[in-house]
């Protein structure tokens, strides 16, 4: 069964940093891009980071430039987003999804996880 489940959400302080990971089972995801979205509280769903099936291309939301760093490691079939200097801004539900070839636009994603929760608060 093609599955994704992230992990590593949880609560922070505000300039704390968490990482969070993607794993893939029933599939290998070398040649899928994987993106990183979220979803905060009465707000629509928006991308925060993509890399290519590479890892050679990445690309970030303006928002999270600087803080935020996307990577994978295909022998080990996980995708991660390294967050640091969060923000309470960034509390949301984390979602990754992949597709097969380049890009991460939401509509064109193949597979989803059920997401993380990750609040950002004092």
């Known amino acids: 069964q093609l599955q994704l489940v992230e992990s590593g959400g949880g609560l922070v302080q505000p300039g704390g940093s968490l990482r969070l990971s993607c794993a893939a089972s029933?599939?290998?995801?070398?040649?899928?891009?994987i993106g990183w979205f979220r979803q905060a509280p009465g707000k629509e769903r928006e991308g925060v980071s993509c890399?290519?099936?590479?890892?050679?291309?990445?690309s970030y939301a303006d928002s999270v430039k600087g803080r935020f760093t996307i990577s994978r490691d295909n022998a080990k079939n996980t995708g991660f987003l390294q967050m640091n200097s969060l923000k309470p801004e960034d509390t949301a539900v984390y979602y990754c999804?992949?597709?097969w070839g380049l890009g991460c636009t939401e509509g064109g994603m193949e597979y989803w996880g059920k997401g993380t929760l990750v609040t950002v608060s004092s």
């Open positions: 999804a992949v597709r």
């Open positions: 029933g599939f290998t995801l070398d040649y899928y891009a």
């Open positions: 890399i290519s099936g590479s890892g050679i291309t990445t």
